[in-house]
């Protein structure tokens, strides 16, 4: 893993319990296919307003030690998820492996943060390029051919789901080859979550996508993530064009596994190069002298991923804003998007971290988005 440290000071948000009726798909086309077919042809619009975005990579069930067991980490990640505030969560590590309480360790979120009021896009499973395999009677046949690591999470109080103009799935799993074909085998199996949404305050609608790249520093697995980094923008004009959703802005939450000190041609570089917004160049930022992982040699043996205090980067002459290293990030991509504020969300205790919210060897991070 590459050098990271976070910590932020506690922010308190308040956030709104609700319950929540999810509605299949096929009902919610049937109400609005009437209504859009009128303008199916047209691309859909997008209103103005502000929501906040984060991503947040949670650390699989059998996350490396020194990490507490999933079992004690299970309720930090959802205090986290459920305090901050954020509209749409872009989730990684957050695989399909049992856990003691549920059949994945998705599922065991989804129930812990449902008080909180957020709940998962709907898609069926012919939307899920990730299912495994059945035979013609139905039995399962196989493993996965993915790596399942990616997952979505919105606020159904701020944001809903959107039926898109053509009637086809608005929401899936695809695999990173799909967006990038002929990257490695390893790299290509990564699963990649994306979402038509839109706010209820009129932003949107979008494309949310969260991705979790394969961390490997090898030659090949960097010149998969730097091909991946030029071919996602292709790809949601190609998923904004089948959708009947043209002109309709994305927004990216990734563990990237890439950073600028050791890979300053990263995957990063080619997001930004092809016209993606980072949320790191907001005007207004908070914890940047934080990193968006655990890991750095400074923090000594034994303490990667989980030290008592996070590493706080220093201004330099060489780093005059104190700017960590980070491999998550958000990014926008669509005319007219602005970013408005940038957060590492790390939780204290004086300089230790709360251990009530150290709940991953990574720190969630936040931006609020503007739409036109």
Not at 215 to 244: C, F, H, P, T, Y
């Amino acid at each position: 893993m590459p050098e990271h440290g976070c910590t932020s000071e506690r922010v308190v948000s308040h956030v709104r319990s609700r319950l929540v009726l999810i509605r299949p798909l096929a009902t919610l086309v049937s109400i609005v296919v009437p209504i859009l077919l009128v303008t199916s042809t047209q691309p859909v619009k997008a209103a103005s307003g502000n929501l906040v975005f984060a991503t947040f990579n949670v650390c699989k069930v059998a996350c490396a030690a020194p990490a507490p067991s999933w079992d004690i980490r299970r309720d930090r990640v959802a205090r986290v998820i459920s305090e901050s505030g954020a509209d749409v969560v872009g989730l990684q590590e957050a695989t399909n492996n049992p856990t003691t309480t549920a059949k994945t360790q998705v599922a065991d979120i989804q129930t812990l943060v449902a008080p909180a009021g957020y709940v998962s896009p709907f898609f069926t499973v012919d939307s899920n390029e990730c299912r495994r395999p059945r035979d013609a009677q139905g039995e399962l046949t196989g493993p996965s051919p993915c790596d399942n690591s990616a997952a979505l999470l919105f606020r159904a109080a701020t944001v809903e789901q959107v039926t898109t103009p053509t009637g086809l799935p608005s929401a899936g799993i695809v695999q990173v080859g799909a967006i990038a074909p002929g990257i490695d085998a390893v790299s290509a199996a990564r699963s990649v979550a994306w979402a038509y949404l839109q706010g209820k305050n009129g932003a949107g609608p979008f494309l949310a996508i969260s991705l979790h790249l394969d961390s490997n520093k090898d030659v090949i697995a960097e010149s998969s993530r730097i091909a991946v980094g030029q071919a996602l923008g292709g790809w949601v004009n190609w998923m904004n064009s089948i959708q009947g959703m043209g002109g309709t802005p994305a927004i990216l939450m990734a563990d990237l596994n890439s950073y600028a000190k050791r890979q300053p041609n990263g995957v990063q570089m080619a997001l930004t190069s092809a016209g993606w917004v980072d949320a790191h160049s907001a005007r207004l930022r908070r914890n940047i002298q934080y990193s968006t992982i655990n890991y750095n040699p400074r923090l000594g043996e034994g303490s990667q991923g989980f030290p008592a205090a996070p590493y706080k980067f220093q201004k330099t002459k060489k780093n005059p804003k104190g700017e960590a290293t980070r491999i998550d990030y958000i990014m926008g991509y669509g005319t007219g998007l602005r970013v408005i504020d940038y957060e590492v969300v790390v939780y204290l205790t004086g300089k230790a971290f709360n251990t009530d919210y150290q709940a991953s060897d990574h720190q969630m991070v936040k931006a609020t988005f503007a739409f036109p």
